[in-house]
């Protein structure tokens, strides 16, 4: 069956820029993930949700992150005023329960986000 | 707080040998494991994983974990390592309730 699968996979902003990354879980899954990759470094957790409900958000490294998954299904991550420091790969993972319950976590390729 | 160690940023062996990726971990409770692999330009792709039972875990592509509770370790091992097997290997670590924290990667090139 279909993976978890993300859009674009490669975005180039001009620092300042607003992007926004989306996410197509495996389907029927309730759980989803976002993290951080930078270059060289393991995932870096920044949030969850369990259907449409925004479970934690502790890693969301400024108010410039946002993420929202409106219908319990696709997810986006947005990024209000793009920083160089936000240069790296966004990664969504889905799982077919909840966070924290030895439930397989399922990634998709990632998005490469470079700011300029 | 939770942490993950692997220790070796490199590892290399020549293939048809014996190969471990070394994994330990520092938490308060009773972990679940994992191994993740990730190809280039690809997203990570589950290996196997730990929750409880048998200390010896197998996974896919021959891949197999071993839990060690007094030595807080989770090293990844395969009897016979294949050029194929080169990648980036992610240990990660999860307590109920709480959220994946990965170790920092190893990378394993098989040497044909």
């Known amino acids: 069956g279909a993976g978890v699968s993300q859009s674009p996979r490669y975005k180039v902003a001009k620092r300042g820029q607003d992007v926004a990354l989306r996410c197509d879980p495996i389907?029927?899954?309730?759980?989803l993930f976002w993290y951080q990759q930078a270059l060289g470094q393991g995932p870096e957790f920044l949030t969850y949700?369990?259907?449409?409900?925004?479970l934690d958000k502790s890693g969301l490294p400024s108010d410039r992150f946002f993420a929202e998954r409106p219908e319990g299904s696709v997810s986006t991550l947005k990024i209000q005023r793009t920083q160089q420091e936000d240069s790296a790969v966004y990664l969504c993972?889905?799982?077919?329960w909840g966070s924290g319950v030895g439930d397989t976590q399922y990634f998709g390729p990632g998005t490469r986000l470079t700011v300029l | 707080a939770q942490s993950v160690a692997q220790p070796e940023d490199q590892v290399n062996v020549a293939e048809g040998n014996p190969l471990t990726v070394k994994c330990t971990y520092s938490v308060s409770g009773n972990p679940y494991l994992f191994w993740y692999v990730q190809y280039p330009n690809r997203g990570l792709q589950f290996l196997l994983k730990?929750?409880?039972?048998?200390?010896l875990v197998k996974g896919s592509y021959g891949f197999e974990a071993e839990f060690n509770k007094s030595q807080t370790s989770f090293h990844l091992k395969k009897p016979s390592a294949l050029v194929s097997d080169s990648a980036l290997y992610f240990c990660a670590v999860i307590l109920y309730g709480q959220n994946f924290v990965f170790g920092p990667g190893t990378r394993l090139s098989v040497l044909p």
């Open positions: 993972a889905s799982s077919l």
């Open positions: 949700f369990q259907n449409e409900a925004q």
């Open positions: 389907s029927g899954h309730v759980s």
């Open positions: 730990y929750i409880t039972g048998d200390n």
